[in-house]
Each structure stands twice: as structure tokens, then as C-alpha cells.
Nanobody, 126 residues
Framework: QVQLVESGGRLVQAGDSLRLSCRFYGRDFNMYAMGWFRQAPGKEREFVAAINWNAGSITYLDSVKGRFTISRDNAKNTVYLQMNSLKPEDTAVYYC???????????????????WGQGTQVTVSS
């Protein structure tokens, strides 16, 4: 079985930076494409960023391009989301997800992911 545990969310001010981590518990982390999604109150879950198994393919939500960076360390079974120049509209619960298809490309669709973490709250004050 796979378990994903996010950490790093907290209250910050607009313009600050924050790094989220997602630890993967299970086998063969380096087989999985990984994604970050977020959900603000009253809104649907939204794609943020995704990365394939070897970081050779990465995709971002347009509104975070140039501010957020997704990366992974396969030796540590961890995927990261570095968030810079944070804005109040980035406030949401951030979820990590894993796609259990060998060699899969990163996907922006929630249905493509097989495992989800419990989420970590990011709050950006103006």
C-alpha cells in the first residue's frame, strides 16, 4: 500500500516563500508520477503542478508558472513544491497525489491519480 504525508503548510504573508514536502511510504516511488493539487474553501480541487518519475517532464498551472517549482528526490521518496511570491489567492489546502502507472507522464487530472495525501493548509495573508 501507498501512503502520502504532506507537510510544510502554514500561515505566511503575501510575497513570502514556502516549501511543501510530500513523503511517499511504499514501494517503487521512482515508478510514480507525482502531482500537487489545491482546494480553496467552496471551490473544486485544482491542479497545481506535476512531475514524472525522473523529473524529465513537468507541468504547471498557468497562474503559478515562474513562482512555483515542483521537484523530487527519489532517494528520499519525497516530492517538493517550492512556492515563491505567494499571493492571497494561493490560500488553500494543498494535496499531494501519486499516479501508479510506470513511466506515466505528469497529469493535471485528479482522476488519473491513484493515491492522495491528507493535505496541508497554506494560508497567505495580505
Amino acid at each position: 500500500q501507498v501512503q502520502l504525508v504532506e507537510s510544510g503548510g502554514r500561515l505566511v504573508q503575501a510575497g513570502d516563500s514556502l516549501r511543501l514536502s510530500c513523503r511517499f511510504y511504499g514501494r517503487d516511488f521512482n515508478m510514480y508520477a507525482m502531482g500537487w493539487f489545491r482546494q480553496a474553501p467552496g471551490k473544486e480541487r485544482e491542479f497545481v503542478a506535476a512531475i514524472n518519475w525522473n523529473a524529465g517532464s513537468i507541468t504547471y498551472l498557468d497562474s503559478v508558472k515562474g513562482r512555483f517549482t515542483i521537484s523530487r528526490d527519489n532517494a528520499k521518496n519525497t516530492v517538493y513544491l517550492q512556492m515563491n511570491s505567494l499571493k492571497p489567492e494561493d490560500t488553500a489546502v494543498y494535496y499531494c497525489a501519486a499516479r501508479a502507472v510506470r513511466g506515466a507522464r505528469p497529469s493535471m487530472y485528479t482522476d488519473d491519480y491513484d493515491y492522495w495525501g491528507q493535505g496541508t493548509q497554506v494560508t497567505v495573508s495580505s
